[in-house]
Protein backbone atom coordinates (compact mmCIF):
# COMPACT_ATOMS: atom_id res chain seq x y z
CA UNK A 1 0.00 0.00 0.00
CA UNK A 2 2.97 2.45 0.58
CA UNK A 3 4.52 1.96 -2.97
CA UNK A 4 0.91 2.28 -4.11
CA UNK A 5 0.95 5.94 -2.87
CA UNK A 6 3.66 6.74 -4.54
CA UNK A 7 3.35 4.80 -7.51
CA UNK A 8 -0.34 5.93 -8.27
CA UNK A 9 1.46 9.57 -8.09
CA UNK A 10 3.62 8.75 -11.43
CA UNK A 11 0.89 6.42 -13.17
CA UNK A 12 -1.41 9.55 -12.89
CA UNK A 13 0.94 11.81 -14.62
CA UNK A 14 2.08 8.92 -16.83
CA UNK A 15 -1.97 8.58 -18.06
CA UNK A 16 -1.93 12.42 -18.64
CA UNK A 17 0.69 13.13 -20.15
CA UNK A 18 0.43 9.99 -22.71
CA UNK A 19 -3.20 11.19 -23.70
CA UNK A 20 -1.41 14.77 -24.40
CA UNK A 21 1.32 13.80 -26.43
CA UNK A 22 -0.79 10.93 -28.09
CA UNK A 23 -3.36 12.92 -29.08
CA UNK A 24 -0.82 15.91 -30.34
CA UNK A 25 0.60 13.55 -32.66
CA UNK A 26 -2.58 11.79 -33.86
CA UNK A 27 -4.06 15.15 -34.80
CA UNK A 28 -1.06 16.07 -36.81
CA UNK A 29 -1.11 13.57 -38.57
CA UNK A 30 -4.82 13.44 -39.54
CA UNK A 31 -4.58 16.98 -40.39
CA UNK A 32 -2.07 16.68 -42.82
CA UNK A 33 -4.32 14.98 -45.28
CA UNK A 34 -6.61 17.77 -44.78
CA UNK A 35 -4.68 20.39 -46.00
CA UNK A 36 -3.46 18.11 -49.22
CA UNK A 37 -7.52 17.73 -49.70
CA UNK A 38 -7.66 21.76 -49.73
CA UNK A 39 -4.87 22.11 -52.28
CA UNK A 40 -6.31 19.24 -54.23
CA UNK A 41 -9.87 20.96 -53.85
CA UNK A 42 -8.49 24.44 -55.05
CA UNK A 43 -6.35 22.90 -57.72
CA UNK A 44 -9.37 21.03 -59.04
CA UNK A 45 -11.78 24.25 -58.99
CA UNK A 46 -14.36 22.56 -56.89
CA UNK A 47 -14.40 25.25 -53.93
CA UNK A 48 -13.35 29.00 -54.08
CA UNK A 49 -9.36 28.83 -54.79
CA UNK A 50 -8.67 31.55 -52.81
CA UNK A 51 -10.68 30.16 -49.65
CA UNK A 52 -9.35 26.46 -49.95
CA UNK A 53 -5.60 28.32 -50.38
CA UNK A 54 -6.12 30.18 -47.15
CA UNK A 55 -7.88 27.04 -45.17
CA UNK A 56 -4.48 25.32 -46.30
CA UNK A 57 -2.50 27.55 -44.68
CA UNK A 58 -4.16 27.72 -41.45
CA UNK A 59 -3.92 23.61 -41.33
CA UNK A 60 -0.21 24.01 -41.79
CA UNK A 61 0.00 26.53 -39.02
CA UNK A 62 -2.25 24.37 -37.22
CA UNK A 63 0.60 21.54 -37.76
CA UNK A 64 3.40 23.86 -37.12
CA UNK A 65 1.93 24.88 -33.93
CA UNK A 66 1.12 21.64 -32.69
CA UNK A 67 4.22 20.52 -33.39
CA UNK A 68 5.76 23.25 -31.36
CA UNK A 69 3.92 23.12 -27.90
CA UNK A 70 4.78 18.93 -28.03
CA UNK A 71 8.35 19.37 -28.51
CA UNK A 72 8.57 22.36 -25.80
CA UNK A 73 6.42 20.94 -23.42
CA UNK A 74 8.42 18.33 -23.37
CA UNK A 75 5.43 15.23 -23.37
CA UNK A 76 7.18 12.45 -24.97
CA UNK A 77 10.18 12.89 -22.78
CA UNK A 78 7.62 13.64 -19.54
CA UNK A 79 5.66 10.19 -20.39
CA UNK A 80 8.28 8.04 -20.72
CA UNK A 81 9.69 8.92 -18.01
CA UNK A 82 6.79 8.69 -15.71
CA UNK A 83 5.72 5.69 -16.98
CA UNK A 84 9.11 3.82 -16.65
CA UNK A 85 8.85 5.15 -13.05
CA UNK A 86 5.49 3.79 -12.22
CA UNK A 87 6.28 -0.03 -13.84
CA UNK A 88 9.23 -0.30 -11.97
CA UNK A 89 7.74 0.90 -8.49
CA UNK A 90 4.40 -1.57 -9.47
CA UNK A 91 7.21 -4.37 -8.87
CA UNK A 92 8.82 -3.33 -6.09
CA UNK A 93 7.16 -5.41 -3.84
CA UNK A 94 7.86 -8.63 -5.32
CA UNK A 95 11.74 -7.85 -4.09
CA UNK A 96 11.22 -6.62 -0.63
CA UNK A 97 11.34 -9.79 0.64
CA UNK A 98 14.72 -10.60 -0.21
CA UNK A 99 16.36 -7.37 0.26
CA UNK A 100 18.61 -5.83 3.48
CA UNK A 101 18.24 -2.03 4.63
CA UNK A 102 20.34 0.37 3.86
CA UNK A 103 21.29 -1.48 0.73
CA UNK A 104 19.81 1.39 -1.78
CA UNK A 105 18.15 0.25 -4.33
CA UNK A 106 16.58 -2.62 -4.00
CA UNK A 107 16.68 -3.46 -7.53
CA UNK A 108 20.46 -2.96 -7.24
CA UNK A 109 20.62 -5.66 -4.24
CA UNK A 110 19.46 -8.30 -5.97
CA UNK A 111 21.22 -7.57 -9.19
CA UNK A 112 24.76 -7.06 -6.91
CA UNK A 113 24.41 -10.71 -5.59
CA UNK A 114 24.18 -12.66 -9.04
CA UNK A 115 27.32 -10.28 -10.05
CA UNK A 116 24.98 -7.61 -12.45
CA UNK A 117 24.93 -3.64 -13.07
CA UNK A 118 21.60 -2.30 -14.00
CA UNK A 119 20.56 0.71 -14.84
CA UNK A 120 18.57 2.15 -11.59
CA UNK A 121 15.45 5.13 -11.31
CA UNK A 122 16.79 7.81 -9.31
CA UNK A 123 12.67 7.91 -7.89
CA UNK A 124 12.86 4.44 -7.43
CA UNK A 125 15.31 4.91 -5.29
CA UNK A 126 14.06 7.52 -3.32
CA UNK A 127 10.98 5.38 -2.85
CA UNK A 128 13.43 2.74 -1.66
CA UNK A 129 15.36 5.06 1.36
CA UNK A 130 11.29 6.28 2.32
CA UNK A 131 10.49 2.50 3.02
CA UNK A 132 13.50 1.66 4.87
CA UNK A 133 12.98 4.72 7.02
CA UNK A 134 9.36 3.11 8.05
CA UNK A 135 10.73 -0.35 8.57
CA UNK A 136 8.43 -1.57 5.92
CA UNK A 137 10.15 -4.51 4.79
CA UNK A 138 11.39 -5.59 8.48
CA UNK A 139 8.02 -7.44 8.58
CA UNK A 140 8.07 -9.87 5.51
CA UNK A 141 8.82 -13.05 6.99
CA UNK A 142 9.58 -15.48 4.34
CA UNK A 143 9.83 -17.84 7.30
CA UNK A 144 6.54 -17.63 8.34
CA UNK A 145 4.10 -19.94 6.85
CA UNK A 146 0.83 -17.66 6.39
CA UNK A 147 3.26 -14.77 4.51
CA UNK A 148 4.96 -17.40 2.23
CA UNK A 149 1.16 -18.62 1.10
CA UNK A 150 0.13 -15.03 1.07
CA UNK A 151 3.30 -13.91 -1.03
CA UNK A 152 2.88 -17.17 -3.89
CA UNK A 153 -0.39 -16.20 -3.71
CA UNK A 154 0.82 -12.36 -4.72
CA UNK A 155 3.78 -13.05 -7.23
CA UNK A 156 1.52 -15.60 -9.42
CA UNK A 157 -1.85 -13.20 -9.26
CA UNK A 158 0.50 -10.19 -10.28
CA UNK A 159 1.94 -12.78 -12.98
CA UNK A 160 -1.36 -13.37 -14.24
CA UNK A 161 -2.61 -10.02 -14.64
CA UNK A 162 0.84 -9.41 -16.85
CA UNK A 163 0.04 -12.31 -18.94
CA UNK A 164 -3.54 -11.11 -19.36
CA UNK A 165 -2.32 -7.17 -20.34
CA UNK A 166 0.32 -8.45 -22.69
CA UNK A 167 -1.99 -10.72 -24.35
CA UNK A 168 -4.70 -7.85 -24.91
CA UNK A 169 -2.07 -5.75 -25.72
CA UNK A 170 -0.55 -8.10 -28.61
CA UNK A 171 -4.00 -8.47 -29.87
CA UNK A 172 -5.07 -4.65 -29.88
CA UNK A 173 -1.63 -3.69 -31.65
CA UNK A 174 -1.99 -6.25 -34.06
CA UNK A 175 -5.90 -5.50 -34.75
CA UNK A 176 -5.17 -1.57 -35.10
CA UNK A 177 -2.13 -2.73 -37.81
CA UNK A 178 -4.23 -4.90 -40.01
CA UNK A 179 -7.39 -2.75 -40.20
CA UNK A 180 -5.12 -0.09 -41.00
CA UNK A 181 -3.17 -2.06 -43.62
CA UNK A 182 -6.40 -2.87 -44.61
CA UNK A 183 -7.63 0.71 -45.03
CA UNK A 184 -4.30 1.73 -46.85
CA UNK A 185 -4.63 -1.07 -49.52
CA UNK A 186 -8.03 0.13 -50.04
CA UNK A 187 -7.21 3.58 -50.21
CA UNK A 188 -4.09 2.73 -52.78
CA UNK A 189 -6.83 0.34 -54.81
CA UNK A 190 -9.43 3.60 -55.44
CA UNK A 191 -6.20 5.40 -56.49
CA UNK A 192 -5.24 3.00 -59.09
CA UNK A 193 -8.56 3.48 -60.23
CA UNK A 194 -8.94 6.92 -60.10
CA UNK A 195 -5.81 7.38 -62.21
CA UNK A 196 -6.83 4.29 -64.66
CA UNK A 197 -9.85 6.44 -65.62
CA UNK A 198 -8.10 9.89 -65.62
CA UNK A 199 -6.20 8.35 -68.06
CA UNK A 200 -8.81 6.96 -69.92
CA UNK A 201 -10.50 9.75 -70.11
CA UNK A 202 -7.37 11.72 -71.59
CA UNK A 203 -6.85 8.99 -74.13
CA UNK A 204 -10.42 10.03 -75.13
CA UNK A 205 -9.07 13.94 -75.62
CA UNK A 206 -11.00 14.61 -73.08
CA UNK A 207 -10.36 18.88 -71.70
CA UNK A 208 -12.18 19.06 -68.96
CA UNK A 209 -10.81 15.93 -66.80
CA UNK A 210 -13.22 14.73 -63.88
CA UNK A 211 -12.54 17.03 -60.64
CA UNK A 212 -13.62 14.59 -58.02
CA UNK A 213 -11.81 11.70 -60.05
CA UNK A 214 -8.70 13.64 -59.64
CA UNK A 215 -9.24 14.68 -55.94
CA UNK A 216 -9.85 11.58 -54.96
CA UNK A 217 -6.11 10.58 -56.45
CA UNK A 218 -4.51 12.96 -54.62
CA UNK A 219 -6.17 13.06 -51.02
CA UNK A 220 -6.56 9.13 -50.32
CA UNK A 221 -2.80 8.19 -50.50
CA UNK A 222 -2.19 11.36 -47.92
CA UNK A 223 -4.46 9.69 -46.01
CA UNK A 224 -3.25 6.31 -45.99
CA UNK A 225 0.48 7.92 -45.12
CA UNK A 226 -1.24 9.43 -42.30
CA UNK A 227 -2.22 6.37 -41.05
CA UNK A 228 0.66 4.73 -41.34
CA UNK A 229 2.99 7.45 -39.48
CA UNK A 230 0.17 7.29 -36.85
CA UNK A 231 1.11 3.48 -36.29
CA UNK A 232 5.35 4.48 -37.22
CA UNK A 233 4.68 6.88 -34.41
CA UNK A 234 3.02 4.40 -31.48
CA UNK A 235 5.76 1.35 -32.92
CA UNK A 236 2.39 -0.63 -33.08
CA UNK A 237 4.05 -3.58 -34.68
CA UNK A 238 7.34 -3.84 -32.79
CA UNK A 239 4.97 -3.32 -29.60
CA UNK A 240 2.82 -6.48 -30.60
CA UNK A 241 5.56 -8.51 -31.23
CA UNK A 242 7.35 -7.45 -27.65
CA UNK A 243 4.13 -8.35 -26.03
CA UNK A 244 3.49 -11.94 -27.54
CA UNK A 245 7.04 -12.93 -26.33
CA UNK A 246 6.57 -11.90 -22.89
CA UNK A 247 3.43 -12.84 -22.34
CA UNK A 248 5.11 -16.59 -23.51
CA UNK A 249 7.88 -15.73 -20.98
CA UNK A 250 5.43 -15.04 -18.00
CA UNK A 251 3.53 -17.93 -18.55
CA UNK A 252 6.38 -20.13 -18.42
CA UNK A 253 7.60 -18.09 -15.08
CA UNK A 254 4.07 -18.42 -13.73
CA UNK A 255 3.88 -22.16 -14.45
CA UNK A 256 7.46 -22.60 -12.67
CA UNK A 257 6.15 -20.96 -9.71
CA UNK A 258 2.81 -23.44 -8.91
CA UNK A 259 5.28 -26.06 -9.20
CA UNK A 260 7.26 -25.08 -6.02
CA UNK A 261 6.23 -27.24 -2.81
CA UNK A 262 2.98 -25.54 -0.79
CA UNK A 263 4.87 -25.89 2.34
CA UNK A 264 7.92 -23.52 1.66
CA UNK A 265 10.80 -23.87 -0.89
CA UNK A 266 13.98 -22.91 -0.56
CA UNK A 267 14.65 -19.19 -0.63
CA UNK A 268 17.46 -19.30 -2.87
CA UNK A 269 14.64 -20.91 -5.52
CA UNK A 270 12.05 -18.73 -5.08
CA UNK A 271 14.44 -15.30 -5.25
CA UNK A 272 15.86 -16.71 -8.09
CA UNK A 273 12.44 -16.87 -9.94
CA UNK A 274 11.35 -13.68 -8.83
CA UNK A 275 14.33 -12.21 -9.81
CA UNK A 276 13.78 -13.98 -13.48
CA UNK A 277 10.08 -12.60 -13.43
CA UNK A 278 11.58 -8.98 -12.19
CA UNK A 279 14.07 -9.14 -14.97
CA UNK A 280 11.43 -9.97 -17.65
CA UNK A 281 8.97 -7.01 -16.48
CA UNK A 282 12.03 -4.26 -15.87
CA UNK A 283 13.10 -5.15 -19.38
CA UNK A 284 9.64 -4.58 -21.05
CA UNK A 285 9.30 -1.45 -19.94
CA UNK A 286 13.29 -0.26 -20.31
CA UNK A 287 12.08 -1.76 -24.26
CA UNK A 288 9.16 -0.07 -24.72
CA UNK A 289 10.98 3.20 -23.72
CA UNK A 290 14.06 3.17 -25.87
CA UNK A 291 11.36 2.20 -28.99
CA UNK A 292 9.63 5.12 -27.96
CA UNK A 293 12.70 7.45 -27.79
CA UNK A 294 14.18 6.12 -31.17
CA UNK A 295 10.60 7.58 -32.56
CA UNK A 296 11.02 11.25 -31.94
CA UNK A 297 7.79 13.30 -33.03
CA UNK A 298 8.80 15.19 -36.35
CA UNK A 299 6.68 17.82 -38.65
CA UNK A 300 8.33 16.51 -41.51
CA UNK A 301 6.87 12.86 -40.75
Request: with cysteine; hydrophobic share 45%; aromatic share 10%.
Amino acid sequence: LQVEEYRGEFAAAARSLGSDYQGGYWMMYLIAPLAVACSATAGAGLLNPRFMSGLEFLLMALILGLFTVLRRAGWQEKWIRARRTAEHLRYLPLVAPFVADGGGNWYEQLAARRGLRIIVDPEVTRVCSLLERHGAAKALQLEDAAFYAGYIRYVEELLRQQIRYHTRKAEVEHALSHRVGLTSTAFFAFTIICTFMLFLGNLEGRVQLNAYLRLCATVLPAIGAGLRGVLAQGESHRVATLSEGMAIRLGQLRSQLLSLPAERASRDELESLVWNAVQELLSEADTWMRLQESAPLSVAG
